[in-house]
């Protein structure tokens, strides 16, 4: 019940931060909001910036997910842990709202998934992965929120160059990015954690499926 | 609802207090200080090119015993390559750093100890993998570095752009256009969309001695990118060699400046309502300037410009953003150049080499000008890193980042 409440205030803090104007980018701020006059593209340059590392991991039920498993579909990849006080809700918050996007444009989950990951999964075990994912309404079709323990994750993590750094206060420095991966397994854009805007990512998506690239 | 207003209010005050304290001069992307700086890296050139460049560690650790010196210095491993700039990628683990006159690449990990960066990878051939010459500046996007180049591989134009991955892989480059061939220079603007390029001259120009240059050969163009795009979407013309790039700071804005070497003037740029930027000259900044460098304070309040030629730094007042005002100026010693601001806006550490083959004194230093809160300009005077008697000899200071 607390676990639900503290969610609840992160997910209200998380949409407040939302309005909040924008400001120069820390390492693992929270999103900065665009102003109404941001300009979007439709037709984005998605160069391939390399092959998609593999990986296999657990998914909050225990089942091994590998990112083979979503050959052909795009995926939005992002690392984040539960009790980050700020970007990675502010992130899960903002990729709730492109699923809801996607799904009602008929894309979700049957073209584009997602796969959140843990960087601390020593407290984020498989009840508050999924108690994490049911808060910001993740649709178990095609959301995924995968760990594994540390030695296992490690080399994950090192593939992606990601890393993490323990900070006081039981915070995790992490790099703060977002990987967009084409259907044939290739990175073809990174997102600031602090940059990201929702609306973009969903006209990448776009330009992804109608133009899947080289 | 009390506690809902409460939190608003908490959250605006830390929005308005990020924008007052934070680094400037450094891509968005790139992740910011949480404390004041310990360490300055200066990229420095051995002067007679006998021994080989390198890059020197300065502490600048107040607390610190060995406050104000060389505590480190790493090997580039090789002689005559004209180091310059670099910067640092967007998780601030890595530096890259790049030479003028070779085609030599360095990335230097700096997390594990910023007191002992170390390479860990060396491009030799730059030129071969990206079909450019003269990578100058090193600006991070979300896992990458695009790089500037100043020229094609023959070391004429054109310039252009290169992507890489954070761990040196190429990803991509883009050539500049017939008409603006020129290349310097880049700042990304995300929430607009926007990139904005510069025009300086290429290899073929600015290897020779300065007495020898042929000053029709180099841009007066600045470039506006669809940033998504990748995409010049319009040429803006200025006064001859405008080369810093640099976005207003303030929350929504659409302008910004550059500093034009060769017309000694301060340039300001705008996007109009319709979307179209338009770019006029704001302030002179007196004959023979030469203004090598253009920075920020953190409050978007100042501009500062290092006169290569006439030995001081001006402070501008941008209140009025397309109206400099000249505020303050202060003498740092000969040539200053390169300056870097801290993320306080307290401090700015100057260097005073440009290029080899434009220095007019052999006498190279690292120093420190105090900004009061009254923007006022004031040397230290104590902090005096003399460069001219190092272990391997005289070396010129250039680019500085800090950790």
Known sequence: MRGGRQLASLV??????????????RAHDAPQRAGAARLLSTHPSLGVIGRAPRFTLGDPEGRPVSLTDFAGRIVLLAFIYTSCPSACPLVTQRMAVLQRRLTAAGLFPSRVNFVSVTVDPDRDTTETLARYAKGFGADPRGWKFLRDASDALRPMLAAWDEWTKPLPAGEIDHPARLYLIDGAGRVREIYSLSLFDERQAFLDIRALLVQPGP | MRRRTLSLALLAVIATASVAVAEVCLSPYVKRLAAPEKYLYVYSVDADAKDNDFLAVIDVNLAS?????????????????EPHHMGFTDDRTKIWAGTLLSKRLFILEVAADPAKPRIVKTIDDVSALTGFHGPHTYYALPGRMLLTFLSSADGAPPGGLAEFTNDGQLIRVFKNPDNAPYAYDV???????RMITSSFTPLRNYMKPLAQWDMK????TMLVWDFKERKVIQTLVTDPVPLEVRWSLKPGATHGWTNSALGDSIWFFAQTKAGSFT????????????????????????LYVSCFMRSEIQAWDVSRPDRPRLHDTVVPGVSPNMMHVTM?????????????TMDYSGNFWVRLVHIGPDGRLKMDPFF???????PTGPARAHDMLLY
């Open chain 1, 12 to 25: 209200l803090v998380a949409a407040l931060l939302l309005a909040v104007a924008p400001r120069p980018a």
């Open chain 2, 65 to 81: 015993p060995g406050y104000g010196r060389v505590i480190n210095t790493v090997d580039l491993g090789s002689a005559g390559n």
């Open chain 2, 187 to 193: 700042a990304v603007k995300p929430e607009i969309n």
């Open chain 2, 217 to 220: 050969d180099g841009g007066n």
């Open chain 2, 279 to 302: 770019a006029k000259k704001a302030a002179d900044l007196g004959k023979g300037c030469l203004p090598a460098d253009l920075r920020q304070s953190p409050d978007d309040r100042y």
């Open chain 2, 344 to 356: 306080d806006g307290k401090r700015m550490y100057v260097t005073n080499s440009l290029l080899s």
């Open chain 2, 384 to 390: 005096d890193v003399d460069f001219t008697k190092l």
